[in-house]
């Protein structure tokens, strides 16, 4: 069983960048793709990009394309979401889990799991 922990988030003006990090704390992280997530006051948690296990595969949520890069190190066991281009609408509770669906948007379809606390991120205006 994969537990995550992400940091990172923070406050930060329009336009600016941040760059969140989810470390596996147990579990083997190697074989799993990884999700991250995000969810806004009064919103559902959303999805916002995925990587596969290699690390070669990616796929974002409109939203964010062309602003957002998730990576992964797999000998570090920590996956990366890179934030650039931020904008107020970006502010939220970001998560990160291991999933083994790919290509969907709908958490249901994903079946993410091993969620960490959260990291806030909040992008004034």
């Known amino acids: 069983q994969v537990q995550l922990v992400e940091s990172g988030g923070g406050l930060v003006q329009a336009g600016g960048s941040l760059r969140l990090s989810c470390a596996a704390s147990?579990?083997?992280?190697?074989?799993?793709?990884v999700g991250w997530f995000r969810q806004a006051p009064g919103k559902e948690r959303e999805f916002v990009a995925g990587?596969?296990?290699?690390?070669?595969?990616?796929y974002y949520a409109d939203s964010v394309k062309g602003r957002f890069t998730i990576s992964r190190d797999n000998a570090k066991k920590t996956a990366y979401l890179q934030m650039n281009s931020l904008k107020p609408e970006d502010t939220a509770v970001y998560y990160c889990?291991?999933?083994?669906?790919?290509?969907?948007?709908?958490?249901?379809?994903?079946?993410?799991?091993?969620w960490g606390q959260g990291t806030q991120v909040t992008v004034s205006s």
């Open positions: 147990e579990g083997t992280f190697s074989g799993y793709n």
């Open positions: 990587v596969d296990f290699s690390g070669r595969l990616t």
């Open positions: 889990a291991v999933f083994r669906g790919w290509g969907s948007q709908r958490l249901a379809e994903l079946g993410p799991t091993g």
